[in-house]
């Protein structure tokens, strides 16, 4: 942020007129870009901050082609101690900004977020659950010298033990085929054509699925809340919050990474009203949710779903569950109500246009199988 956006900011925030700039990416510091914001502003953050690797050398397949890792200098830091400071003070400052009912999510791998975790709980925030993102197809461990780096880590917390954040818990059911969501996330990891790259090469080496930031935001915020995201990299949590009617606010220092991001959501196409609404308050490995093809962009919030012989109509809605005039419900559930039945299986029953025919829902499933095979 340049020395005159701060002092017309300093200047606003003197008169009582400071609005939050949503939409907005600022530029530099995290730290500095987030003390230029009210106190108890946002309902929620999402932080994807530095893991502080400390790799070495390159690395190499055992074909002797190169692997993308991550080598940029925001990573690096001279050592653990300056690695907790950095992590206290922009901790500190998302805690200052929160809400006071609003919830932080912060992801990391285990050369970092044991130390984030700790720190969180130095700070005051009350640990809600620790996610494990479990990626469909990780790279392999190349060296065989350790276990396949399968996971990361998420971390979901209250701003205190009894504050009264959001959880959407009816949402996620509906997102998980009726069953109640755990704690560990079975998701791609960002590839294909959601993968943004110039000239060949990746524009960020650690960019994050949407389908995980879907997920993060249809769960635990509602349509109009504020989302801070401290290290916005090329845009995933701006573009999902468009996408799902939330507000963004992202700081960012590298010009590169700024750029990509407001192109990217830019493109990115909002859900309309319909599809925003979502439900309120023993099957074969593996395992997919009719969601999980929704929050994947398999298939689209606001597509028309229909039976065999297209007498039946429903919308699909953002968490998976689908609407038909006044009644709702899941795939399987609204199946059934609108024949009449005592149950319907809802990946055969639904059909939906897929590149000009008509498809069962399950064959889009095994589509997506397919696609993320290890």
């Given amino acids: 942020m340049t020395k005159t956006m701060l002092k017309e900011r300093r200047s606003a925030k003197a008169k009582g007129e400071l609005a939050l700039p949503v939409g907005q990416i600022l530029p530099g510091d995290c730290i500095a870009a987030m003390r230029t914001l009210p106190s108890a502003s946002v309902d929620m953050v999402f932080a994807d901050p530095p893991y502080n690797l400390q790799l070495g050398g390159d690395l190499a397949r055992p074909d002797g082609s190169h692997v993308d890792a991550v080598t940029d200098a925001w ?3 001279d050592s653990f101690a300056a690695y907790d400071a ?3 003070e922009w901790l500190a400052e998302a805690r200052r900004v929160l809400k006071p009912d609003g919830s932080l999510w912060v992801i990391g791998s285990y050369h970092n977020i044991f130390r984030v975790g700790a720190i969180l709980q130095d700070l005051g925030f009350w640990i809600l659950n620790d996610i494990i993102w479990r990626k469909a197809n990780p790279m392999p461990n190349f060296k065989g010298t350790r276990f396949t780096n399968a996971h990361e880590t998420l971390i979901w917390a209250s701003k205190s033990e009894k504050a009264r954040y959001t959880f959407n818990y009816r949402a996620m059911k509906t997102l998980n085929d009726e069953l109640q969501m755990r704690s560990d996330w079975v998701l791609p990891i960002c590839s294909g054509q959601e993968r943004l790259k110039k000239g060949g090469h990746k524009v960020h080496p650690t960019q994050k699925p949407e389908a995980l930031l879907y997920r993060v935001m249809l769960a635990t915020t509602n349509k109009g ?6 290290f916005f990299g090329t845009g995933t ?5 468009k996408r799902l009617g939330r507000q963004w606010i992202g700081c960012e ?3 590169g990474y700024r750029d990509a991001a407001l192109e990217r959501i830019e493109l990115a196409l909002p859900l309309d009203e319909s599809a925003l609404t979502t439900m309120q308050s023993p099957k074969s ?7 999980q093809l929704v929050e994947t962009g398999w298939i689209s919030p606001g597509a028309t779903v229909f039976d065999r012989k297209r007498k039946l109509r429903a919308i699909v809605r953002s968490d998976g569950s689908l609407a038909s005039g006044a009644d ?3 795939i399987h559930g609204l199946g059934a109500k609108l024949q009449g039945a005592p149950s319907c299986n809802g990946w055969s029953f639904w059909h939906i246009e897929h590149e000009g025919e008509p498809k069962p829902l399950d064959a889009i499933r095994q589509l997506y199988l397919l696609a993320t095979e290890p």
């Avoid at 809340?225 to 401290?230: G, K, M, R, Y």
């Avoid at 490995?285 to 969601?291: E, I, K, T």
């Fill in 75 to 77: 990573d690096k830091f």
């Fill in 285 to 291: 490995a593996p395992r997919v949710a009719f969601g």
């Fill in 253 to 255: 220092r590298e010009d």
């Fill in 225 to 230: 809340d504020v989302v801070l995201d401290p």
């Fill in 328 to 330: 709702t419900g899941s």
């Fill in 237 to 241: 949590t701006g573009a999902v919050a």
């Fill in 86 to 88: 950095f992590t206290r």
